[in-house]
Every structure is written in structure tokens, then in C-alpha cells.
């Protein structure tokens, strides 16, 4: 009697990492040829794009590129981004820590139709979103006549502008506090009520300090969208030169009027800021893992 044939089957070598973690051992090509691809695509539509910002910004020489940024147009621009900035991340701050701890915790009918709320102005494109501006405060929009009686500006103006800034990032404070919240529970906040404590105080020394890493990566995300929004202020500020030109508008002018040196010269600004926002953030994350 013939014994059956041993069919030998391969199994995926399986190693194991100091994080206690799983992972694939693959061959060398194929890490290589992966890390290479990611560079080159990194390469092509990052690095590049940006080195040519700096290069072109500075073509002309030093004295031309700081003409650019101090020039009034340029200076009120750079004010009025900062501006907003301040005045929109502080809220969003505030709407973001009430949004969360109402959904994680607390129950109550209407709860997912919050969280869909949330996330609308990732769904709905900045454009639409400032057209909904004007068609509410606009002067043949829905208030606009009464707006226009008692002499308050809202489109073309500063309150438009921070309207539809809030309106694009309000999101990204809430979503990055929902998951942590959810995660943590509410088992230490129960514990500080028992003992005697009462609301504020559970808040600032029991829930605040839990997600302070969160909080922070959030204010950092709404920072930068907050600075480098286009399509929502571009519809509410009426493209006003010195007066309702975000750094991103006035990016947009000078470049349609060939003033190229002019335009990546304020880009560069903006390049910067991003970039300094990225390392922060990179820090903030660091930080929350090794908490």
C-alpha cells in the first residue's frame, strides 16, 4: 500500500515586532520598490512644487521679495487670514468640546443626526457653501433687505468671511474629540461626580487633561484649514483689495495679473506656515503616544 503524497504547503513567515505587533516579512525588492515609489510620488507632488515656490519667489532677489510681503495689499491680507484664524479656532474649540462630550456622553433622541451635521461640510463643497451665505445675507438674499435697513454687512465684509470659515471647519475640533471620548468612557468622570466633584470640575481636571493631545491635533488641523481656505471666502468676500483679500485671495489676484514673483512671494509665506504646522503636529503626535 503506497503511502499519499506530503503536499507541503507554504505559510507567510510571520515576525514578531518589539510592539508586540505582527507584520508580513517581504522581500527586499519588494520593500525597496514600495519606498521608492512613495518618494518618487512624494517627490513629484510635493517637494517639487514647493522648492519651486521658494525658487520662483526669490528670482528676482531678496529686495523684491520683501517688497511683496510688506506691500499694504499684501501686509492686510496676512492681517485680515491671521484674524480670522483667531477668531475661528476658539470657537470651534468651544463647539467641538460641547459637541463631543453631549454625544459620548450623554443618550438622547437625535443623536446621529447631530453627528451627520457635523460631518456636512465635508460633504458639501466650499463654493455651495458660500453660496448659501449670500442667498441668506446677501442684498437679495433672505435678511439682505433687513440687513441693508439697519446698516449691518455681513457678505463682502469680515463677518461673511469668519461665517464661512466656521462653516468649513467647524468638523475637524468635534471629530478628532468624538472617537478619543468614545474610546475613554465615561467610568472617570462618574468616579469624580461620586466623590463630590462637580460638573466644571470633572471637566478641567478629570476629562480636559485626557484629551488635551487630542484637543490640541484638532486646533492644529482647524488652524490650518482655517488659514488656507479658498472656495467659501472667495464667494462672501467680493475680492475687496486691503480690506476682505484672505492670503489665499490675493494669491489668486496677483497671479492672474502675471505678478508672479509677487504672488509665490506670499505663497511662500503661506508654504511656510504649513510647514511649521506640520511639525507641530508631528510633535502633538509623538507626544499623545508616548502618553
Same mark, same amino acid.
Given at each position: ?122 460633504? $458639501? @463643497?466650499?463654493? #455651495?457653501? &458660500? +453660496? ?9 438674499? *433672505?435678511?439682505? /433687505? ?89 464667494? $462672501? @468676500?467680493?475680492? #475687496?483689495? &486691503? +480690506? ?9 489676484? *496677483?497671479?492672474? /495679473? ?34
Amino acid at each position: 500500500m503506497t503511502k499519499p503524497l506530503e503536499v507541503k504547503q507554504e505559510v507567510p513567515v510571520v515576525t514578531r515586532t518589539t510592539s508586540n505587533s505582527y507584520s508580513l516579512k517581504e522581500s527586499a525588492t519588494v520593500k525597496w520598490s514600495l519606498i521608492t515609489i512613495s518618494f518618487l510620488y512624494i517627490s513629484l507632488f510635493l517637494i517639487l512644487p514647493l522648492i519651486s515656490i521658494f525658487v520662483t519667489a526669490f528670482e528676482k532677489g531678496w529686495e523684491t521679495y520683501v517688497a511683496s510681503i510688506v506691500h499694504p495689499d499684501a501686509l492686510a491680507a496676512i492681517k485680515l487670514t491671521i484674524t480670522v484664524a483667531l477668531i475661528v479656532v476658539p470657537l470651534n474649540a468651544i463647539f467641538g468640546i460641547v459637541a463631543a462630550w453631549l454625544i459620548t456622553k450623554f443618550s438622547f433622541k437625535g443623536k446621529n443626526l447631530l453627528i451627520t451635521l457635523i460631518d456636512l461640510p465635508f460633504a $458639501v @463643497s466650499p463654493v #455651495i457653501a &458660500g +453660496l448659501i451665505f449670500i442667498l441668506l445675507f446677501g442684498a437679495q438674499g *433672505l435678511f439682505g /433687505e433687513w440687513l441693508f435697513e439697519h446698516d449691518i454687512k455681513i457678505v463682502f465684509a469680515l463677518p461673511g468671511i469668519i461665517l464661512a470659515t466656521l462653516f468649513v471647519t467647524f468638523p475637524f475640533i468635534a471629530r478628532e474629540l468624538i472617537p478619543l471620548m468614545q474610546t475613554q468612557g465615561v467610568t472617570e468622570e462618574e468616579a469624580s461626580i461620586s466623590l463630590g466633584a462637580s460638573g466644571l470640575k470633572t471637566f478641567l481636571y478629570v476629562t480636559l487633561p485626557n484629551i488635551k493631545w487630542g484637543l490640541l491635533y484638532g486646533l492644529i488641523l482647524c488652524n490650518a484649514r482655517a488659514i488656507g481656505e479658498f472656495g467659501a471666502v472667495s464667494v $462672501v @468676500s467680493g475680492h #475687496i483689495r &486691503g +480690506l476682505t483679500n484672505t492670503m489665499p485671495l490675493h494669491i489668486e489676484i *496677483l497671479y492672474n /495679473e502675471y505678478q508672479f514673483t509677487a504672488a509665490f512671494a506670499v505663497a511662500s509665506i503661506m508654504s511656510v506656515l504649513a510647514i511649521i504646522t506640520i511639525i507641530i503636529k508631528n510633535i502633538v503626535s509623538w507626544k499623545a503616544k508616548d502618553v
